[in-house]
C-alpha cells in the first residue's frame, strides 16, 4: 500500500470547460506533495472533487487502496482528509477554541462544554509549536496566527491528509518560514500534505515531489529535487519563463511627487500610525516601499491617494501642492493607483468589464453628454484596453468582473489606470497572489510606464521584486521610514534587519 | 420593440430574474390556495381562479390600485439599488399627502388648470424632504436608514394627525377639509377608456416614473455613480465618488417618488380621499416593500410587479361573492403577495439549478 490518496484519471467537465481532464495524482505517506499551475489550471477543482464539493464525471478516488465514494465535505472529513482554504473560515467574535470545535461541540446537560477541547487544542498547539492561545477572539489575532486556526482545526480531527490552498499568499516572509518548519513536521510524522501553489521557490523548499497541471491537463509528477525552477516553470505555462526582469539602466529626470513631514495619527489611540515620512520620486524611476506588512504602507498609501484624510504634512505633484485636493482631483491631476485590495477598492465586482474601465473617468466628455452615457465610445474604449493590455475574459467588455479570474482582475486595473498616463502610478502589491505569467506580465508593464518618463511608487512585501524592479527602495518600520537604499548596493539580509527594525539607515530626501 | 424585449429576456441574468419572479409568484399563489382549502374547502377552487382572473375584467379599478403602488415599488426599489433600505416610503407618503392636501384645500389662489400639479410637486418636495433627512442621516452620522426610516415614518404620521386636527380640521365630519375642485387629478379620458375605477393623469405619472427612473438607472451617468455606491461604497470612494452626496440624493429621489404616490391616493376621485385624525400609515406605503422586491428593483418589473398586486386586490373583492370572511380574504391576499416576495430565495435557487447545468466560470 504505497498511496495514501490516488485520483486516477479524473475528468471533470462544465458546459464549454473541461476543468479536469483525465488527471491523475498519486500521494504517498509522509510527503509533501505540491499540485502546481497557474491560475485556470485546474488545481481547485481537483481538490474540490477530493473534498467531495464536485463529483467527478470521470474516474476514481483511492483512499489507502480503497476504493472511495467522497459526496461531501464530512465524508472527506471521515477519511481524514482536511484543508485549510485560501480564505479562512472562521467566525471573528468566536474565540480560538471555538471555533475549533464548531460543528464537533461537547455538550453537558445542553451547555456548551469546552475544558476538554481546549486540553486537547493546547496539546496540538504545543506538540506542532504552533503557539496558539485558544481563548483569544479570532479578530484579534493576526492572518499568520488565524491560518494556524486553521491548521488546528484539521488536527483537531485527526486529519492524516492535508490539503493547504495557496497557504503562503497573504503571509509574511517570517510567517512563512514558519509554516514551512510546521508542514515539514508534519510530514516527519507520517501525514501527507498536498500543497496548492504557483509559487516555486516554496515548493524547491518544502516539496518532496510535484504535479503540474496545465488547462486542466496533467503535464506530469517530478520529483522537486530533480529539476530547477525554470523546467517547472516552463512546465506551468508551457514556455520558457525569464526570472530576472529585464531592465534598462534608469533615465531618471526631475522630481515628480514629494511628501513633506507626512504624520497620521491612529483613529483610537495616541500612536503614530505614520511619522515624520519624508521622500520623493523622480521621472523615470521606481521606488519601493519594503517592510514587513502592518508597518504603515497602507495607511501611507491611503493617506497619499486621499482615501484617509490627515492632518499634518504637505503632498506635491510636479511642484504643486496637493495635500487637500479630493481623491477625484488628485486622480485628475495625474496619480494613478493600482490598489491593495482589488475587490474592495479597486473594482465594482457586480459592474462588467466595460463600465469597471470608466471607474475614474466616466464624467469626462469622452464617455458622456449631457450626463447620459455614450455606450458605443465607454465600449471601443474597453475593446481597445482588452486587446493592448491582453485581459482574458469570456464575454469581452461585457463580462461581469466577479466572473473573471485574479489575473485577469488585476490586468483590468493595471489597463484603466495606466491608460490615464498617470504621472505617478502608485502599485500596491500588485502581484499578489498572481500566477508566474501574470507577475512578469505587470513587472513588464511597470518598467514600461517608468522607461516612459513617468514616476512608479511600487510597495511590496516579496523581497524578490523588491530587489529586481525597483530602481530605490525605502524600508518602513512601525510607521517610519528606515532605509534609503539602492537595490545594487544592499541584498536580502540586510533588507530583511532594516524590516525587523534591528537597523537604521539615513533617510533624507535625495 | 418585440425584438429588443426578446433581446431582454435572453440575456442570461434577465432569464434568471424574469423566471424566478415568475415561479415566486406562482408558489405564492398555490400557498393561497393552501389557506383557501383550509378555510372553506368546497368553494376553494372557484375562489381561487376569481381572485386570479376577475381583475381581469375590471382593468380600471386594478390600474387605481397600481398607481400608488408603481411609486412606492419605485422608491424602494431605487433606494435598493443604491445599496438603501427604504423602510420610509410609508412616512414620505403621508407627508406628500398632507402637503397635496394642503395646497388643494389652502391655495386657492392658483389658477384652476395647474392647481393639481402644484399640489401634486408639493407632495413630491415634501416627501423628499421627509427621505433626505435618513439620507443626511445615513450619509454624515452613519445612523443606518432602516432605524431612521421607521422612526421618520411615526414622527411623519403624527406631524400628519397634528395638521389635520389644527390646520386642516373639517369639524362635521371630523376629518381633513375637502380639497377644491381643482385639485383633483384630472381624468383625460382616462375612466371612460379603462372602464369602472378612477383611473386618472396619476397613473400616466407613474408610467413616466418608471420610464424616468430607468433611464437615469441605465442611461446616465448620475444612475452609474448610485449603483457603483451600491455595489461598492469603498470602490466608490477609491473612484473619486462623493458616496455621501450619492446616499442624499438617492433618499430625496426616493421620498420624492413616495411623496408622488401619496398625492395619486388622496387626489383622486369625486372629492379626493381625506385624512383622518386617527389616520394610521395607509398599506400603499409598505406595499412598495414587495412590489420592489418581486420585481426585483428594475422599474419594469416593478411595474408588473404593481399590477399583478392590483390585479391581487381587486380579485379579492370578487372573493367576497364566495363564503369567505372578509378578514380570510386580507390574510389570503396579503400571504400571497409577501409568499411572492421570496423571489430573492427562488433567485438563489435558479442561479445555482443555472450554475449546475451551466457552469461558465470556472476557477482552477
Known sequence: MEHVIEMLNITKEFPGVKANDNVTLQIKRGEIHALLGENGAGKSTLMSILFGLYQPDNGIIKVNGETVKISNPNDANDLG?????????????????????????????????????????????????????????????????????????????????????EPTAVLTPQEIE??????????????????????????????????????????????????????????????KVTFKVNKKAPRMGDEVFRVENLYLQSANSERMQLNNINFNVRRGEIVCIAGIEGNGQTELIKTITGL?????????????????????????????????????????????????????????????????????????????????????????????????????????????????????????????????????????????????????????????????????????????????????????NELGLYMAGSKRGEVHVS | ????????????????????????????????????????????????????FSGFTDIGRVLEIATPIILTGLSVGFAFKTGLFNIGAAGQLMVGAIAAIYVGVEWTFLPSSIHWLIALLAAGVAGAFWGAIPGFLKAYRNVHEVVATIMMNYIGLYFVSYMVEYRLYDLENARSLTVKESAIIPYYGLDKLFGRGDVNFGFIISLISVLIIFIILSKTTFGYQLKAVGYNKDASKYAGINEKNGIVLAMVISGLLAGLAGATIFLTGVSGRHLE???????????????????????????????????????????????????????????????????ILFKGFIVKLYKKNNMKDVKG
Open chain 1, 81 to 165: 482528509i482536511g484543508m485549510v482554504h485560501q480564505h479562512f473560515k472562521l467566525v471573528h467574535n468566536f474565540t480560538v477554541a471555538e471555533n475549533i470545535v464548531l460543528g464537533q461541540e461537547e455538550t453537558k446537560k445542553g451547555l456548551l462544554h469546552l475544558d476538554e477541547a481546549i486540553e486537547k487544542i493546547l496539546y496540538l498547539s504545543n506538540r506542532y509549536k504552533l503557539k496558539v492561545n485558544p481563548n483569544s477572539y479570532i479578530q484579534d489575532i493576526s492572518v499568520g496566527m488565524q491560518q494556524r486556526v486553521e491548521i488546528l482545526k484539521m488536527l483537531y480531527r485527526d486529519a492524516e491528509i492535508l490539503i493547504f490552498d
Open chain 2, 277 to 343: 385624525t386617527t389616520e394610521v400609515l395607509v398599506s400603499e406605503g409598505f406595499d412598495g416593500i414587495p412590489v420592489a422586491l418581486i420585481g426585483l428593483s428594475h422599474p419594469f418589473g416593478i411595474l408588473f410587479s404593481a399590477l399583478f398586486i392590483g390585479l391581487l386586490e381587486q380579485g379579492g373583492f370578487y372573493m367576497q361573492g364566495f363564503n369567505f370572511a372578509p378578514e380570510i380574504i386580507d390574510i389570503i391576499t396579503s400571504s400571497i403577495i409577501y409568499f411572492s416576495a421570496l423571489v
Open chain 1, 178 to 239: 514558519e509554516l514551512m518548519k510546521i508542514m515539514k513536521e508534519f510530514a516527519a510524522e507520517g501525514k501527507s500534505i498536498i500543497l496548492i501553489t504557483h509559487k516555486l521557490n516554496e515548493i524547491k523548499n518544502v516539496a518532496d515531489r510535484c504535479t503540474v497541471l496545465r488547462k486542466g491537463r496533467g503535464i506530469g509528477t517530478v520529483n522537486v529535487d530533480d529539476v530547477s525552477l525554470e523546467t517547472m516553470a516552463e512546465m506551468m505555462v508551457g514556455r
Open chain 1, 308 to 492: 484617509t484624510p490627515h492632518k499634518k504634512g504637505k503632498l506635491f505633484l510636479e511642484g504643486k501642492e496637493i495635500t487637500h485636493y479630493s481623491i477625484r482631483k488628485k486622480t485628475m491631476a495625474g496619480i494613478g493607483h493600482i490598489p491593495e485590495d482589488r475587490h474592495k477598492h479597486g473594482l465594482v465586482l457586480d459592474y462588467n468589464l466595460a463600465e469597471n474601465l470608466i471607474l475614474q473617468t466616466y464624467f469626462e466628455p469622452q464617455f458622456q453628454k449631457f450626463g447620459f452615457l455614450k455606450f458605443s465610445s465607454i465600449y471601443t474604449n474597453a475593446r481597445a484596453l482588452i486587446e493592448e493590455y491582453d485581459i482574458r475574459c469570456g464575454k469581452g467588455p461585457y463580462s461581469i468582473v466577479r466572473s473573471m479570474s485574479g489575473g485577469n482582475q488585476q490586468k483590468a486595473i493595471i489597463a484603466r489606470e495606466m491608460d490615464r498616463e498617470p504621472d505617478l502610478l502608485i502599485a500596491v502589491q500588485p502581484t499578489r497572489g498572481l500566477d508566474v505569467g501574470a507577475i512578469e506580465y505587470i513587472h513588464k508593464q511597470l518598467l514600461s510606464h517608468r522607461d516612459n518618463g513617468k514616476a512608479v511608487l511600487l510597495v511590496s512585501l516579496e523581497l524578490d521584486e523588491v530587489m529586481n524592479v525597483s530602481d530605490r527602495i525605502l524600508v518602513m518600520y512601525e510607521g517610519e521610514l528606515v532605509a534609503n537604499v539602492l537595490p545594487e548596493e544592499t541584498n536580502e
Open chain 2, 1 to 52: 420593440m418585440l425584438a429588443k424585449f426578446i433581446h431582454f429576456i435572453t440575456r442570461t441574468e434577465n432569464r434568471i430574474s424574469v423566471s424566478s419572479s415568475v415561479l415566486a409568484i406562482i408558489s405564492g399563489l398555490l400557498f393561497g390556495l393552501i389557506i383557501m382549502i383550509i378555510t372553506n374547502p368546497l368553494e376553494s377552487i372557484p375562489a381561487f381562479f376569481t381572485i386570479i
